[in-house]
């Protein structure tokens, strides 16, 4: 018997576009910084971003590591020759940063409704590859916060999907095992090969984003529109598809 569902968000029930190549993103948070007495210039800072966000993947013990976007603009600041409030000061950068960068955050069409109507009927967690203090403000500002139940966000952890404990934390969380839930996502690599690996049943939302041709990753059910959704669980359940 289903009792839960985990969902990946974005690129799944947020369609969000961000472009971190563009000069004007990098010109923005180094002008942030010079407001508070930190002097880069936008080139420099692109740069030190890059390649500190390298070495903290290439420098951790984790197979899928993940980056720490707050701890990449302290230690920048810090460059400087800041030596006091780096770590306010980081935050408040990273989250410039992904403002400046931001281009679009909408939820996909039909998502609040869909939720609501599988909300009644089932218990919702997020399991996202994000950084904290992008994916909380992100998941207010499209509606959809109030739905879940919980959320684990691999920039907490350290790793990122396909590690299988994220989906495992998430499942503890809501005190379900695997084969109680099913997991929705749009990255066959992450989504669908990482929940098969936790031992759940999968929905892959072909959506605009993500890796649809991972070999080796095979889902129990393919959606197009998010409207599917609905009648894709009650399949994976063994029951009839109730109205939408």
């Not at 935050?91 to 400046?100: E, K, M």
């Not at 599988?118 to 950084?131: E, F, G, I, P, T």
Request: hydrophobic share 35%; charged share 30%.
């Amino acid at each position: 018997m289903i009792r839960g569902l985990l969902f990946d968000l974005n690129g799944t029930l947020i369609d969000i576009r961000t472009d971190e190549g563009d000069p004007q993103t990098w010109r923005t948070t180094a002008d942030f910084l010079g407001y508070h007495g930190v002097r880069i210039t936008p080139e420099h800072l692109r740069i030190r971003y890059t390649e500190l966000n390298r070495k903290q993947r290439r420098e951790s013990p984790e197979t899928y590591p993940e980056f720490d976007a707050v701890k990449v603009f302290r230690d920048i600041i810090a460059e400087t020759g800041r030596s006091t409030g780096t770590g306010r000061l980081g935050r408040c950068c990273a989250q410039v940063f992904r403002a400046a960068s931001l281009r679009q955050l909408v939820p996909y069409h039909g998502t609040a409704r869909i939720l609501e109507l599988l909300q009644k009927k089932y218990r919702l967690a997020a399991v996202s590859d994000a950084q904290k203090l992008w994916a909380v403000p992100e998941l207010r500002m499209t509606g959809l916060d109030a739905f879940f139940e919980t959320s684990v966000i691999s920039g907490d952890l350290g790793f990122r999907k396909p590690d299988s404990r994220l989906f495992e934390i998430a499942l503890r969380r809501l005190r379900l095992a695997p084969d109680e839930v099913i997991f929705t996502g749009n990255d066959m690599f992450r989504d669908v090969y990482g929940a098969h690996r936790a031992g759940l049943k999968t929905v892959f939302f072909k959506s605009n984003q993500g890796d649809h041709r991972f070999h080796g990753a095979d889902p129990d059910y393919i959606i197009y529109r998010i409207e599917e959704l609905p009648h894709a669980i009650e399949f994976l359940s063994g029951s009839p598809p109730g109205p939408d």
